[in-house]
């Protein structure tokens, strides 16, 4: 019996610097059910790469969307333009997949989100630490029970790879990329946790500047309390060696799971479980791509075989609580949600 594999979808990525080629050379080697034939980046210099890997290249997002051939656009774009990349996306009838942070403002994540579900396009989102295998686990054994009644959250995702910038770089702005790590690794953290336990209610930040010149911050630690209950403890730093730890708690059990290098170049997973009345165990994951299965996620449901796991509800829960920690990053005080 011969296989016909349904055709992959044709896309744009727009964006590409460090991420967009990462994505590009992810969907090249195969495997996400997509495939690019724009590459899209202000910066000329892109050009020879998109060329090297097959893109036809452009400084204007505007030749992508005129193409009758491209079906949905891969935003690898600063978030400050993200609203209105999407909405010029959406107006052009095409599915849209964006990097994170959606937005930087509720309201902002709201609009985006509408639009998308008012044209019937699919919205993804890059918060692939819910496609690495073990985080799985984690999101499973918390809707079916096994974790019980979920208690607490503890989750760090540091690294110092941007402490060789350029300062020129938008993602050492303070006003592009605010509250320390936040917005370059703690808002997986935040999602994740949002997801577990529904909105937050409420949080206090301490955001510090302590061992470089990052102008939003190099240590940024959030403590977080869910309208349901329970509580989050985010850690983002930019000025240490790669860490990634994300720990639950629940009644009849718990999971910590440690990364054994950044999702730029995966390499596995260490977990460490333990459940009511049995030993604490700890095993290895091996390694997986979870930034291409988040993009063949999108595809399929971009093909409507099935639906894109990651919410719009949940995508303005996780910026409702990103603009929090921001005023609370500024002020140090409790804010709500």
Known sequence: MTIIEEKPVIAALVGLGWWGKKMATLVNAGGAEMRFTRGIDPNTEAEGFARENGLQFSTDIADALADPDIEAVVLATPHSLHQQQIAAVVAAGKHVFCEKPLDLTKAGAEASVELCRKAGLVLGMGHERRFEPPIAEILAAASNGRLGRLLQ????????????????????????????????????????????MGPAKDVRVLCEKLASEIPQGDTMSAHIHFVGGGSAYISATLATPFVSRFAIFGTLGWIEVRDKAHVEAPDGWVVTEGWKGKPITVREVAPAEPVRDNLRAFARAVRGREDYPITGEDMVNNIALLEAIVRSAQTGALERV
């Not at 110092?160 to 370059?184: C, E, I, S, V, Y």
């Open 153 to 196: 959250i503890e989750a760090n995702f540091s690294h110092d790879k941007f402490l060789t910038l350029d300062p020129t770089n938008w993602r050492l702005k303070a006003d592009q990329a605010p509250a320390g790590g936040m917005t370059a690794t703690g808002i997986h953290l935040t999602d994740l946790s949002v997801k577990l």
